[in-house]
């Protein structure tokens, strides 16, 4: 059978070009044009998938974006898998491969279908109830086996190997559709000089234009209106395109899909591109949605709206069944009966459920002979996996029985509650919505944004007025953004929306005569929920909208309830008795629909996910095998492993050979401020805690930094280079918060002060000697500075050269020895550091990474801002009460240091700590308890910041912040371990050289 | 005794068509009040007082507006010193700060008719000819690095960013203009 | 992403710019004077407006300026945008 379902005269597909596609592993052609649903249904495949909780069969209900059923995975190879896709939104390609969800072990013989049968159990909010038990349970065991049980698609598990690319792109008017009014907007606003940027989601552009019959006179105004369009210079037209998200100040995120709908996409090609387009103006020309009708057993294969039965016998060339039952609230569905019965269809009856039904339409499906009744219900329909019959019933007003109940066999059952305007975009510019009675339906009112909707997204359905519609809106907009208009244009005149009756249609559930147990009527396709869902709700006492939306989980799906926010909206009005404008209408979010987290992520990927900034001595690093760790957006150097030793012994010898010959760091991650101009060393003093104005030229003093609650927030080694001119040293993670917080008070407490910042950081690679021979390997190197202890003593710079090259040499040590930072212009550093490695290695010279320096420098109690600190330690908590200055009026943080608080005895300081297991090594973070053996809530009174293995001390060394430190030095407390609490001896911080004789070599 | 002051070594980055590494160039950031920008200026042969995000180009030196107290000073690389001294000399007793930064950053040349779209790919300002003229230069971001970015063209871009980060935003072009060619 | 106007380089997209809290709370020139209720409120006390709130940004990709803000907390749209030192605009708030 192949393609039984085709129309011969009808559609805009590609007779001339057949492909062949499979579904669940059948194969099947469609044609060039097709959609997949329509594929499928003019091969006569009506069920596409499986319910989400019920398990239910399910075909197509709509022929575009909203569809909520027909859910498929398309799958090119084992990564490239895309599930969750609507089968009305993929084009076909030869080649096609989809899938059906949520089945086992196939879609029409479906295990999970149980769960129909049992669906007593499984009323709203059943998980809320029913998994209480026991505690842990729900984790363990109800929630995998729910999660496996309903739901969509699987995700693929390999890594996505396309590419996605970012774009920002800016007009002055950006229009979002591409159907009647969205292309008279676009033409209007481009007509006015305008950059006009034109999106639609589909891959042709006309929207609802599409769905009327080939050869209609909208054809060639369609065809005049795109040539016309891209005859201008300033136009940008993106079809397969959605605009998911509205942002503040007009930026709206576009996803634009470039490789889905190809056979064979080239290697490398972009799939998807994410924009975000900056506009002056925006048309919102979205269209409307039309709405399925609530009536028992509304869910079958063969069940679908009036308009996605036109488009796919109009667009698609696809008769969707012989032998239809219409079910009519809206004028619309009758011009849906006439075209299918000109198609061979046969109609069975149009029951409409109004009490009138006078308007053109109705009155030319009579002349046409096709049977009309009014007042008419649906009571149920038969059919397991396509509908046979529809059981209809007359009622009156009073809801009294008009004649016996009819049964109509039929194999497609046509619907229309009327149409509900697409006011997803303009909602979520956080605009206000109103409720219009003659259309119906909720419409844009005041904009929040520059941001106008047009044509049937604001209840103007018919097409000469939508065009109008569009037209008046991009002239406006074009205007108000040629003239740089910051107000948000009024609310709209809706005196153009739909007249009464023809299009207003129906919200809720249609009435029945008595409750039919057991039956389902469907609100919610794709999270089915029922009218019993909704019912027991309110019964339960939820009133808010807000809250039945999320007991019910009513419009929660991928589809945000497009086709049934509405007739949810409708039916807790009814039950209420409370007018719809009252019940209120729950938040529209972005994405409009499902965007893939590669468009998000776009170029931001692998390498490029971050920047990776790496130093100028990088390269020699990675030639002599270091091994890397992350600091900040830096790759430093952790330690350089030589023949096959781990990070323990590398460390272990690193550490050795600084305290025992040189080691050679590279140290160019240190943050460096140039702080310049007469005020700069007044400026000093009221930044920094220390006292600047007794530092001579050439000398450096340690800097502590606080913030103004008095907390310490970053420190380093700041040079004086001249009287004007201060070197200033950050943390490498500290950066640029310390520079920004600088800037803030030079600019706005202290703007008259002549000084002015600017960083360095990268100007200066920094190369670190340290240990007793430093000076030898250096001194030949350098010129015009003289290293001896006497011309520069610890803590001083001098300016000279390096191999030939620019330097700035401190002398200066972290790890307690002898030590020189030679800082270079950094083009130079690579090969100065080559040279310097060169001329050491007569001295052991031996390069260290960044794990031997912490060691090192723990061995001193020197301390890591942000490990030692934490934003609650003070400079006396970490023993540098010694660098706050007692003589200054004021510097950023004193006045805090005041408080009683900072210096309660039973503050947080910094000690050491001693296990009594030499090898072994405390966790860091752990916490320092009194005694051992206490039981929760134990008190914690620390813990520890630091811990290493010292291969200097031969034994294992920790710093701790305890309460009252200082004064428990001799105590033995305990650190709670995973393996047991640890007794350890609290001690000084400084486990080696206390009077620090080795800084003179 | 060795001299390495021929061995310079510029960052690794990604190659892509339309961008290239610039040579080496003599960078200054001098900081002042109006009044002192404008003698400084006097002194360099060129205008430091343009008009906010702006550049002015004399001979083979240019100054970039950055702040209303911050310009960013070009030159070629042999000139740096002889910037200082005339600075220091014109300036001498006026509050300013002038510190080089000519190892701190890097070059880029972005040209070519798609220059603008390649950008797009990670800057966020409007790069129309009518929003971003020839000779406007701003700080701004390309994805997540920080540059400066000045045209110099209908077609054609400099930016300057700093060293360590060069790498990445070659990347970042070089995946741009990858992606141009499938527009 | 909000689009922010700059006092001195004009309209630029947010990510050019960082947050900087509430504006128009001046250290005092003599901390020490300052009370310890009165200096608790300096550090730590803010508004948490309904409305059009006074804040400060930096334009830190940009030309790195801190500047105020009055900024509608409801609606995200800013009112004014004005240099350090100058007073918010008439009217604006
Ligand atoms: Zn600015």
Not at chain 1, 71 to 77: A, G, H, W, Y
Not at chain 1, 88 to 97: I, K, M, P, R, S
Not at chain 1, 311 to 329: D, E, H, K, M
Not at chain 1, 659 to 688: H, P, Q, W
């Given at each position: 059978m192949t393609q039984a379902f085709r129309s011969a005269d009808r559609g805009r597909v590609d007779r001339t070009r057949p492909l062949r596609f499979s579904f669940d592993g059948r194969s099947y052609e469609g044609l060039s044009g097709d959609s997949l649903a329509s594929a499928l249904l003019a091969n006569g495949v009506h069920l596409m998938g499986r319910s989400f909780k019920y398990h239910r069969p399910r075909g197509v209900l709509a022929a575009g974006a909203e569809e909520p059923s027909?859910?498929?995975?398309?799958?090119?190879?084992?990564?490239?898998?895309?599930?969750?896709?609507?089968?009305?939104?993929?084009?076909?390609?030869?080649?096609?491969?989809?899938?059906?969800?949520?089945?086992?072990?196939?879609?029409?013989?479906?295990v999970g279908a149980i769960s129909d049968l049992l669906s007593p159990l499984f009323p709203a909010g059943f998980y809320y109830k029913t998994f209480m038990w026991p505690r842990g349970g729900w984790k363990a065991l109800y929630e995998p086996c729910i999660r496996a049980a309903a739901g969509l698609g699987r995700a693929p598990r390999e890594v996505d190997p396309d590419r996605y690319a970012n774009r920002y792109a800016h007009c002055d008017v950006l229009v979002v559709g591409g159907g009647p009014a969205g292309l008279a907007a676009a033409l209007a606003a481009a007509d006015r000089g305008a950059r006009v940027m034109l999106c639609d989601e589909q891959a042709q552009l006309g929207g609802s234009l599409l769905a009327e019959a080939s050869g209609d006179p909208t054809d060639a105004w369609l065809a005049r209106s795109i040539e016309s369009l891209r005859a201008h210079a300033r136009v940008t037209l993106l079809s397969r395109t959605t605009a998911f998200g509205y942002f503040p100040h007009n930026l709206i995120a576009l996803n634009q899909r470039l490789t889905d709908h190809l056979e064979n996409p080239r290697a490398g090609q972009t799939r998807e591109r994410c924009w975000q387009v900056r506009a002056r103006q925006v048309v919102l020309a979205t269209g409307a949605i039309e709405r399925p009708l609530v009536f028992p057993g509304n869910d079958?294969?063969?069940?679908?709206?009036?308009?996605?039965?036109?488009?796919?016998?109009?667009?698609?060339?696809?008769?969707?069944?012989?032998?239809?039952?219409?079910?009519?609230?809206?004028?619309?569905?009758?011009?849906a009966a006439i075209e299918l019965h000109q198609a061979g269809v046969a109609i069975a009856m149009i029951g409409d459920v109004r009490a009138r039904a006078d308007g053109d339409w109705p009155e030319a499906a009579r002349r046409a002979g096709l049977p009309v009744q009014t007042h008419t219900t649906v009571l149920g329909t038969e059919g397991r996996l396509r509908i046979k019959a529809a059981r209809l019933l007359r009622l009156d007003t009073e809801r009294r029985p008009i004649g016996a109940i009819q049964s109509h066999a039929c194999d497609l059952l046509l619907m229309s509650g009327g149409f509900t305007p697409s006011v997803h975009l303009h909602s979520q510019s956080r605009g206000k919505l109103a409720w219009d009675q003659r259309v119906q339906g909720f419409i844009p009112a005041q904009a929040a944004e520059r941001v106008r909707s047009a044509g049937s997204c604001r209840g103007v359905f018919s097409l000469a007025a939508a065009i109008e519609d569009g037209a008046d809106a991009g002239s406006s907009a074009a205007g108000d953004a040629a003239a740089c208009t910051t107000a948000f244009p009024a609310a709209p005149d809706s005196s153009r929306a739909a007249p009464d009756g023809a299009m207003a249609g129906y919200a809720g559930a249609l009435p029945q005569p008595q409750a039919a147990p057991g039956s389902k009527a469907f609100v919610d396709w794709q999270n089915d929920v029922t009218t019993r869902d909704l019912a027991l709700a309110l019964r339960e006492g939820f009133v808010s909208i807000e809250h039945i939306k999320r007991y019910t989980t009513a419009g929660m799906a991928t589809d945000q309830g497009k086709t049934s926010n509405l007739n949810a909206l409708g039916f807790v009005s009814q039950r209420l008795d409370k007018a719809i404008a009252e019940v209120g209408l729950t938040t529209f979010r972005m994405p409009y629909t499902p965007v893939t987290f590669g468009s998000f992520a776009g170029f931001a990927r692998g390498e490029l996910f971050d920047p990776v900034r790496t130093t100028p001595i990088h390269e020699w690093a990675v030639q002599h095998g270091a091994v890397f760790e992350d600091v900040a957006l830096w790759k430093r150097a952790r330690?350089?492993?030589?023949?096959?030793?781990?990070?323990?012994?590398?460390?272990?010898?690193?550490?050795?050979?600084?305290?025992?010959?040189?080691?050679?760091?590279?140290?160019?991650?240190?943050?460096?401020?140039?702080?310049?101009?007469?005020?700069?060393?007044?400026?000093?003093?009221?930044?920094?805690?220390?006292?600047?104005?007794?530092?001579?030229?050439?000398?450096?003093?340690?800097g502590v930094l606080l913030r103004e609650d008095g907390f310490v927030l970053d420190d380093g080694v700041v040079a004086r280079t001249a009287e004007d001119r201060f070197h200033v040293t950050t943390t490498t993670g500290g950066a640029p918060r310390v520079l920004a917080l600088m800037e803030d008070y030079l600019q706005t407490e202290w703007p008259e002060l002549q000084v002015w910042l600017t960083s360095t950081t990268e100007q200066w690679a920094v190369i670190a000697l340290q240990g007793p021979n430093s000076r030898r390997v250096l001194q030949y190197l350098v010129q015009d500075v003289d290293l001896s202890a006497a011309a520069m003593p610890h803590m001083s710079v001098a300016r000279g050269a390096i191999c030939g090259v620019p330097a700035l040499v401190f002398r200066v040590s972290f790890t307690g020895e002898l030590g020189f930072e030679v800082n270079v212009p950094a083009d130079y550093a690579l090969a100065v550091w080559a040279a310097i490695y060169e001329a050491g290695a007569a001295h052991g010279i031996t390069a260290y990474g960044t794990e031997a320096m912490h060691v090192l420098r723990a061995e001193k109690g020197y301390i890591i801002i942000g490990q030692e600190t934490d934003g609650t330690a003070t400079a006396d908590d970490v023993g540098l009460g010694w660098a706050v200055s007692k003589l200054k009026p004021d510097f950023v943080g004193k006045r805090s240091l005041a408080r009683l608080a900072m210096s309660a005895p039973d503050r947080r300081q910094l000690v050491g700590l001693l296990t009594?297991?030499?090898?072994?090594?405390?966790?860091?973070?752990?916490?320092?308890?009194?005694?051992?053996?206490?039981?929760?809530?134990?008190?914690?009174i620390g813990h520890v910041t630091s811990s290493y293995y010292s291969a200097t001390r031969e034994r294992s060394i920790a710093l701790a912040m305890v309460a009252g430190g200082r004064s428990r030095v001799g105590q033995t407390l305990c650190v709670a371990a995973t393996s047991g609490d640890v007794p350890v001896q609290v001690t000084s911080p400084v486990f080696f050289d206390p009077e620090g004789k080795r800084l003179d070599g | 005794m060795v001299d390495l002051s021929a061995l310079r070594r510029p960052p690794i980055i990604a190659a892509s068509p339309m961008l290239r590494?610039?040579?080496?160039?003599?960078?200054?950031?001098?900081?002042?009040?109006?009044a002192v920008l404008e003698a400084a200026g006097e002194a360099l042969g060129l205008s430091l007082s343009m008009p906010v995000c702006r550049a002015s180009i004399a001979a083979t030196r240019a100054a970039l507006w950055l702040g209303p107290d911050e310009r960013l000073l070009l030159g070629e690389a042999s000139s740096a010193i002889e910037t200082a001294r005339r600075l220091q000399q014109a300036l001498q007793q006026q509050p300013h700060s002038l510190v080089d930064v000519s190892h701190r950053q890097v070059a880029f040349a972005i040209t070519g008719p798609q220059a603008a779209t390649v950008l797009a790919a990670g800057c966020p300002l409007d790069l129309d000819p009518g929003a971003f003229p020839v000779g406007m230069c701003t700080r701004t971001v390309l994805a997540k690095a920080e540059i400066v970015l000045w045209r110099r063209a209908d077609d054609g871009f400099h930016l300057e960013v700093w060293r360590s980060f060069a790498a990445y935003v070659s990347g970042v072009l070089a995946e741009a203009a990858r992606d141009l060619a499938d527009t | 992403m909000l689009l922010i106007s700059c006092p001195y380089c004009g309209a630029r997209p947010e990510l050019e710019f960082t947050h900087a809290g509430q504006a128009h709370l001046a250290r005092a020139r003599e901390p020490a004077a300052v009370g310890a209720q009165d200096w608790a409120d300096f550090l730590y006390m803010r508004d948490n407006t309904r409305g059009v709130h006074a804040e400060r940004w930096r334009h830190t990709h940009g030309c790195g300026r801190f500047f105020n803000a009055l900024r509608d907390t409801t609606s995200d749209h800013f009112v004014a945008t004005y240099r350090v030192g100058e007073p918010p605009p008439q009217g604006a708030a």
């Open positions: 027909a859910l498929v995975s398309v799958r090119r190879d084992a990564a490239r898998y895309t599930p969750n896709l609507r089968a009305t939104q993929v084009e076909l390609y030869d080649g096609l491969e989809a899938h059906s969800q949520n089945r086992w072990p196939s879609l029409s013989f479906d079958r294969p063969g069940i679908m709206l009036a308009a996605a039965a036109r488009s796919f016998l109009n667009r698609y060339a696809v008769v969707p069944g012989t032998r239809a039952v219409v079910i009519a609230a809206c004028d619309e569905a009758y011009r330690h350089f492993p030589q023949d096959g030793e781990d990070l323990h012994a590398a460390v272990a010898r690193e550490c050795r050979a600084v305290r025992g010959g040189c080691g050679i760091f590279d140290a160019s991650t240190l943050g460096k401020i140039e702080v310049v101009g007469r005020d700069a060393v007044t400026f000093m003093n009221r930044m920094y805690a220390n006292a600047w104005t007794s530092l001579a030229v050439g000398r450096c003093r340690y009594s297991d030499p090898q072994l090594v405390l966790e860091e973070g752990a916490q320092v308890m009194l005694s051992s053996g206490q039981r929760p809530p134990a008190r914690p | 590494l610039q040579p080496p160039a003599a960078r200054h950031i001098l900081r002042a009040a109006p | -």
